[in-house]
């Protein structure tokens, strides 16, 4: 079975600062990686992902992660954020292969609150 | 060009009033997903479709039921709901393989239905 670990439940950043969101994982095989980004009474949206290659990946808005299997982690870095980056930010990962329906278990969220 | 598409938005309904929730696609996924994500929380699988073959998590209540009528559409009965159910539910497809997961399974969601219990 896989587990998420997003250690900071809230980071507040101000407007064009750097920021990190953390994200490790446990797992016993090998494993795809989802940062997923969900605005106010919205769904989910797909922010990147990692399935096998480079272990840097660069997703939409200006997000990129970096998947370290040493230490079961996938952070997501943003150099400069924006006010409308606001929102909540979901690490996910999933079994990259098994027979059947593999789950994808996600990380309890983290809030950035980006202000000016 | 919305791919999935949950409706309604907002949903009030009674306690113990059956409602149901709907979800449809554009992609031609042949997976699609239920979850319920409550306030502050990460989502919680209910349920999902491979195809016509209904998967049902182990601690999904009996309350919660699916159909699913053809590819594109998906729909979330709640029987009777209680205060507990209000939350977001979230409907999600992805296109899957048989035996091994694909790299191209990646879910993609709709932007959710709020449920309030009055």
């Known amino acids: 079975a896989q587990s998420v670990t997003q250690l900071d439940s809230q980071v507040p950043v101000f407007e064009e600062a750097p920021v990190e969101l953390r994200c490790n994982y446990s797992s016993s095989v090998s494993v795809y990686l989802f940062w997923y980004v969900q605005y106010p009474n919205q769904g989910l949206q797909l922010l990147l992902k990692?399935?096998?290659?480079?272990?840097l990946v660069k997703g939409i808005n200006g997000f990129e992660a970096e998947f370290n299997k040493s230490q079961t982690s996938f952070h997501l870095r943003k150099p400069s954020v924006h006010i409308s980056d606001t929102a909540e930010y979901f690490c996910?990962?999933?079994?990259?292969?098994?027979?059947?329906?593999?789950?994808?278990?996600f990380g309890t969220g983290t809030r950035l609150l980006v202000s000016p | 060009d919305a791919m999935v598409i949950q409706n309604p938005r907002y949903q009030v309904t009674q306690f113990g009033k059956p409602v149901t929730l709907s979800c449809s696609q554009t992609?031609?996924?042949?997976?699609m997903y239920w979850y319920q994500q409550k306030s502050s929380q990460a989502p919680k699988l209910l349920f999902h479709?491979?195809?016509?073959?209904?998967?049902n998590e182990a601690d999904t209540p009996d309350n919660f039921q699916s159909r699913r009528p053809n590819t594109s559409f998906c729909f979330l009965d709640i029987r009777s709901p209680g205060l507990g159910d209000a939350a977001m539910y979230l409907c999600?497809?992805?296109?899957?393989?048989?035996?091994?997961?694909?790299?191209?399974?990646?879910?993609?969601f709709g932007p959710g239905t709020r449920l309030t219990v009055l």
């Open positions: 996910a990962v999933r079994a990259a292969r098994g027979t059947g329906f593999q789950k994808l278990v």
């Open positions: 479709y491979y195809d016509k073959d209904f998967n």
């Open positions: 992609l031609n996924h042949n997976v």
């Open positions: 999600a497809t992805s296109r899957a393989g048989t035996g091994f997961a694909l790299p191209t399974d990646t879910q993609y």
């Open positions: 990692y399935l096998s290659g480079s272990t």
